[in-house]
């Protein structure tokens, strides 16, 4: 990380990592803290070259600690864009995501279109549920985008392309479909 100071405020939580908003960024910025310095570094890579591709928000930081609200020190993460809740569609016996959803639904379908770039680039993400993904603005639109780049999402991966990194196998998300 480069000498800039940024201090986090809590904001959310997923299972294996958590989110700061950036103080002072407007919420447009967040840090990312994962259960370790490798796990950060392989989700840091991953989503910096999926951002170029519109996957994920885009990265605006090295790997690195930063002050947490209450003048601890953060585990290990980054600074990304900060993605804004996707809205479920309109039929309201769909879940909107890829193991519950109606076969017309534009969320899954933008999920499908996302984790088909992923397998392309040597990605095999699993871990499809709705609450996984955001919506960011490009060009004055709105796109839904993946935002868990955690290793515990991916069921494979091309270790020659992206690294490699150990999983804890208790906290790996795949579903077979």
């Not at 100071?5 to 803290?33: A, C, E, W």
């Not at 989700?43 to 996957?55: D, F, G, P, Y």
């Not at 569609?89 to 017309?104: F, G, I, K, P, R």
């Amino acid at each position: 990380m480069s000498s800039t100071i940024y201090v986090g405020k809590y904001i959310d939580s997923g299972t294996r990592n958590d989110f700061f908003h950036i103080v002072g960024s407007n919420k447009k910025y967040g840090f990312k803290q994962f259960t370790s310095k490798e796990k950060a570094i392989w989700s840091h890579r991953v989503q910096t070259e999926l951002s170029k591709v519109n996957v994920t928000p885009f990265v605006t930081s090295q790997v690195g600690r930063i002050t947490l609200e209450d003048k601890s020190l953060s585990e290990w993460g980054y600074v990304t864009e900060v993605a804004s809740k996707v809205r479920y569609c309109q039929n309201s016996n769909c879940c909107c995501d890829l193991y519950d959803s109606v076969e017309d639904c534009p969320n899954r379908k933008r999920i499908d279109d996302l984790i088909s770039i992923m397998e392309d680039m040597g990605l095999e993400f699993t871990d499809g549920h709705i609450a996984n993904f955001g919506m960011v603005k490009r060009k004055n639109k709105k796109i839904m985008v993946l935002i868990d780049t955690g290793v515990e999402g991916f069921k494979d991966y091309n270790a020659n392309i992206w690294g490699y990194v150990s999983s804890d196998e208790n906290y790996n998300y795949y579903i077979t479909y």
